[in-house]
């Protein structure tokens, strides 16, 4: 006797499933073509992008060799807007600025690059000789010495040197961990303990050694002043007490917000409210 599909159910069900893995198949493998083909793209648009700014910037450091400062500044300024930024970047774009006496986005760059590049003497040493050409020379309140070891320490990595010591920390305690289980020899097994334990310490201080550098890198609370000359006031108010004036490339820390005021504090301590529209945040 002869079975045709549509009079045996279970020839039915095989052949409805056969179809089904049969178009899974194809839309999968559709579906896989269509996502490499995604990837592709987005890889190829990213390392035309790199390729772009890459360009960009070695024109930027032509021009700059050349002494055309501003053409320099043009093309830095383009890599910028392209969402791309480094320590170097800014340093140069710094530079760049200062050979054109524009000394307040000399120094918003100089801060900009030190975020990016905490501790490097190039950025800082510069950032020195741009604070010289201010109106404002504002003493910083005394601290601790301590306080100034803790910062040193603390700057030694960046954000993401210190995430990768803090990761390399930990697969180092792991394998301690693993050689500590499997040692029989009492003086290696607690050799092998404290020594992970110490290394588990030490990721855990660089995990938030590089939350510090992250918070720096991205935070928005302090600015560079822009205006030539501000009154800076008692209150949020235009009518307010005119405590004492600040001048263009002054850095202040930004403590409050009302309205279109901002309460800012110097680095000697002064307090006082300022126009938002009268600085650049860093």
């Known amino acids: 006797m002869e079975y045709s599909v ?25 579906t896989t073509l269509e996502v490499t083909a995604l990837v592709l793209f987005f890889f190829l648009t990213i390392n035309f992008s790199i390729a772009d700014n890459s360009t960009l910037y070695n024109e930027a450091n032509e021009f700059y060799k050349k002494a055309e400062y501003q053409a320099a500044i043009e093309q830095y300024e383009l890599v910028l807007k392209s969402n791309f930024s480094s320590g170097a970047l800014y340093y140069n774009l710094g530079n760049a600025y200062f050979k054109t006496n524009q000394i307040p986005m000399a120094i918003l760059c100089y801060e900009r690059a030190k975020k990016l590049l905490p501790g490097d003497e190039d950025v ?36 993401d040197g210190w ?17 500590f289980r499997i040692t029989e020899k009492e003086g290696l097994r607690k050799l092998f303990f404290y020594l992970g334990l110490l290394l588990i310490v030490f990721a855990v ?11 720096e890198a991205t935070g928005e609370n302090t600015a560079i002043i822009f205006t030539p000359s501000v009154n800076v006031k008692s209150s949020p108010d235009a009518n307010g007490t005119n405590l004492f004036v600040i001048h263009d490339g002054t850095k202040v820390e930004l403590l ?27």
């Open 163 to 179: 995430a990768i010591a803090g990761v390399s920390s930990l697969a180092l305690a792991f394998l301690l961990f693993v050689l």
């Open 6 to 30: 549509q009079r045996f159910p279970l020839a039915r069900v095989m052949s409805s499933v056969v179809e089904t893995l049969f178009k899974a198949f194809k839309y999968c493998f559709s």
């Open 256 to 282: 409050d917000k009302v309205g279109d005021w901002s309460k800012v504090k110097l680095s000697d301590g002064k307090l006082g409210w300022v126009e938002t529209g009268s600085f650049v945040v860093i």
């Open 124 to 159: 800082e040493f510069n950032h020195s000789i741009a604070n010289l050409k201010i109106v404002d020379k504002i003493e910083v309140m005394p601290r601790l010495f301590f306080y100034n070891w803790i910062d040193a320490v603390i700057n030694f990595f960046n954000c």
């Open 205 to 215: 201080k660089s995990f938030w050694f590089a939350n510090i550098q992250y918070k």
